[in-house]
């Protein structure tokens, strides 16, 4: 492999290759801050390079790992010594901005954060939104499909993206950067991309869609006096705010209280003895106006008793209070370490059965360590679970899988809404994908990635 190293470093100059130290210092996800254990971290600089340094790994039969902004939770940038890391870290920029074609044009290093200040800078939005912006990239986002807050209105990040170019595993690359809304020319190539994790090629640049910017936004929290409740005020929302409703979050209580009572992080908005919480966000272009439906619509909850109390952000930082309750997962995962966190998908009216039913079943095995915290995009029956037992190990994990997954199936969910597969789900993938989808799957990987090189053993086995 030293061979090898020497030569991408002739395509990538020393600066564009990390040994030893300046690897191990490196950690693969956020969770775990699990160190690096890659022979060698590569960083090219731009699409070319990228093409030699796959030519040259194909040839070689050298295994290859995409790393973006290692913000995945699914262990899906793990890589072995016997591996080679390829970071688009350098790949940072925003390379065009087309405001009467409503796109960006950006590389795939460049921070979700980034693209959405470029964006409010010629007065539009980039639509996609999660917690993790200032640190994800682009092409992680494409590479996991990403989802966040506002999928309820603007969808996930397939929705966000016209074009594409994308390294092969043996260097070939595919450009196809379309502007276009419309382009039916033959396959969509594009989307085999997105959501692939890295496994049937490497994206480098991309073409995104930007929408009008909303300057009028309206948000409050709310209290919920029960999961029928909680699904009334959803389907209420989406109906009186049809074309302004851009976020519903769901905070059980154990989220909720955890948050504002059990951590001392966060000030409690309202009182902690509501089974449910909700965020309720609107975006939209009259302040005075949309502020007149959103406090209407929070007035007939409040008659229909689908809400017992409410606060309304009338600033920037009240806003941003409300959301910090919400999107500090940081809080979280030291207030339950060590703990198990899932991205599970399934039908809104199933949801507080399967959470009741799990609960059970976690506090039945585990009855005096286990804690269960849930929250989640309820409008795009999107949950995530974070699970404590006190205990560390692979087998309390696979213990703790075992319930969350299999409680899935009579519910026809997925066992991932929007965080991917990686290795972490891998081994449940059948819970969720039929044996024709996956034969299907290994086909596509086969026909694209014949040698097995990018990001091996990460979705399929």
Not at 107 to 113: D, E, I
Not at 158 to 186: F, H, I
Not at 196 to 212: F, N, W
Not at 354 to 374: D, F, M, N, S
Request: net charge negative; glycine share 8%.
């Amino acid at each position: 492999m030293d061979t090898l190293i020497n030569s991408l470093t002739d395509i990538v100059g020393k600066t564009g290759v990390l040994l030893g130290d300046d690897v191990a210092q490196r950690s693969v996800d956020w969770f775990t801050k699990a160190s690096c254990q890659a022979k060698a971290i590569i960083r090219p600089q731009s699409t070319e390079q990228l093409s030699q340094v796959m030519t040259l790994c194909y040839d070689a039969n050298q295994p290859v790992v995409t790393h973006g902004g290692l913000t995945g939770v699914v262990h899906g940038a793990v890589a072995s010594p016997d591996e080679l890391v390829v970071s688009l870290e350098l790949m940072n920029q925003i390379e065009h901005i087309d405001a009467v074609g409503s796109t960006m044009q950006v590389q795939a290093g460049v921070t979700l954060q980034h693209v959405q200040e470029a964006a409010q800078e010629i007065d539009m939005q980039f639509a996609l939104d999660l917690g993790a912006r200032g640190s994800c990239t682009i092409g992680g986002n494409i590479a996991t499909n990403a989802g966040g807050i506002r999928v309820i209105r603007y969808g996930m990040m397939r929705q966000q993206v016209l074009g594409l170019e994308v390294v092969l595993s043996d260097g070939t690359v595919v450009s196809s950067m379309n502007t276009m809304l419309k382009n039916n020319a033959g396959y969509d190539l594009k989307q085999m991309f997105m959501g692939s994790e890295g496994t049937l090629g490497i994206v480098t640049r991309a073409v995104l869609r930007l929408h009008p910017n909303m300057p009028s936004e309206q948000t409050a929290f709310v209290a919920v006096p029960s999961f029928d409740a909680l699904t009334s005020l959803l389907n209420m929302a989406s109906k009186e705010l049809a074309n302004s409703l851009s976020a519903f979050e769901a905070l059980w209580n154990n989220h909720y209280a955890l948050m504002t009572c059990a951590t001392t992080k966060h000030t409690a908005l309202l009182a902690n003895d509501s089974p449910f919480y909700a965020i309720i966000e609107t975006l939209g272009s009259d302040d005075e106006k949309d502020a007149e439906a959103f406090s209407n619509v929070l007035e007939k909850a409040l008659e229909a008793e689908l809400i017992t109390d409410a606060v309304l952000a009338s600033s920037r930082s009240q806003r941003e209070g409300i959301w910090a309750v919400r999107e500090d997962i940081e809080t979280l995962v030291h207030a339950l370490d060590p703990m198990f966190s899932y991205d599970i998908s399934l039908p809104i009216t199933h949801m507080d059965e399967y959470v009741t039913a799990l609960e059970g079943k976690l506090k039945a095995q585990w009855p005096e360590t286990c804690e269960l915290v849930v929250f989640g995009h309820l409008g795009d029956g999107n949950l995530h679970i974070i699970v404590t037992v006190r205990d560390a190990s692979q087998d309390a994990r696979r213990q703790v899988e075992e319930l969350v997954y299999g409680s899935l199936v009579k519910y026809n969910g997925s066992i991932s809404a929007e965080h991917g597969v990686g290795l972490e789900k891998r081994d449940y993938l059948t819970l969720s994908r039929s044996p024709e989808e996956i034969a299907l799957m290994m086909r596509l990987k086969q026909a694209m990635d014949p040698k097995g090189l990018l990001n091996p053993g990460k979705i399929l086995a």
